[in-house]
């Protein structure tokens, strides 16, 4: 199993959409969790981080599963800049700088 | 503040040659890595650093070396080019020393190696 497993997609979704995707994690010690985005041919930039109690941002809902071992990130009445990438990255505990992981991503295109 | 600076952008190597990749972050930020990204997989890191003078390998870290002479400056050598190696390496850096909160990332570097 994947330390880090995202569903790649494509999500294919029309303007005003709400979509959902998720990250699931294998390593019960994971400490924290961010999901990041990133345009084509761009470097990747963090988009939220997502804390125990979850947060949201707006448009964007980021929650916590720790019983599952997934963290999830919702899009309300998407956009059509929302067409990106998104990764996930999961961090395993604050002593292992080693081992910052980050999902292969989730492609996502918003259509008019 | 410029923020994580890469160089070149672009860059065609032959098969055997070495070069330095070059990277710097004017943010003061203790922690630096190097990540590869291949088509349609997600970012692997090579090398990083908690600090000058110290650095430590990733997942990745055949073919490649890395030096932490100074806080800002992060530079990734290729030591003799492979095709493997073609690929988009990005740059990054993060003010918590363990890289455990937000990374910065530069622009990144696009190799071919031919």
């Known amino acids: 199993r994947k330390e880090v497993e995202q569903d790649p997609g494509p999500f294919n979704v029309p303007e005003g959409a709400t979509v959902a995707f998720n990250c699931t994690y294998s390593?019960?010690?994971?400490?924290?969790f961010f999901w990041y985005r990133q345009d084509c041919r761009k470097e990747p930039k963090l988009l939220m981080s997502v804390y125990s109690s979850g947060n949201e941002d707006g448009r964007f809902t980021a929650q916590l599963n720790r019983a599952s071992q997934y963290i999830s990130l919702l899009i309300r009445d998407s956009k059509l800049s929302d067409s990106a990438t998104y990764l996930c990255v999961v961090i395993p505990g604050y002593s292992s700088a080693s081992k910052i992981i980050f999902g292969s991503g989730t492609r996502l295109s918003i259509r008019p | 503040n410029a923020g994580v600076t890469q160089t070149p952008k672009f860059q065609v190597l032959k098969t055997g040659q070495s070069m330095t990749l070059q990277c710097a972050q004017d943010?003061?930020?203790?922690?630096m890595s190097w990540y590869r990204q291949d088509p349609g997989m997600g970012l692997r890191l090579i090398h990083y650093?908690?600090?000058?003078?110290?650095?430590d390998q990733g997942e990745v870290p055949n073919g490649y070396n890395v030096s932490r002479s100074t806080t800002e400056d992060f530079p990734l050598r290729l030591l003799s080019a492979a095709p493997s190696q073609t690929s988009v390496y990005f740059c990054a850096s993060s003010p918590m020393r363990g890289g455990q909160g937000e990374q910065y990332f530069g622009p990144g570097t696009r190799l071919t190696v031919t």
């Open positions: 943010m003061n930020h203790e922690y």
């Open positions: 650093s908690v600090g000058a003078g110290i650095t």
């Open positions: 390593n019960s010690a994971s400490q924290s």
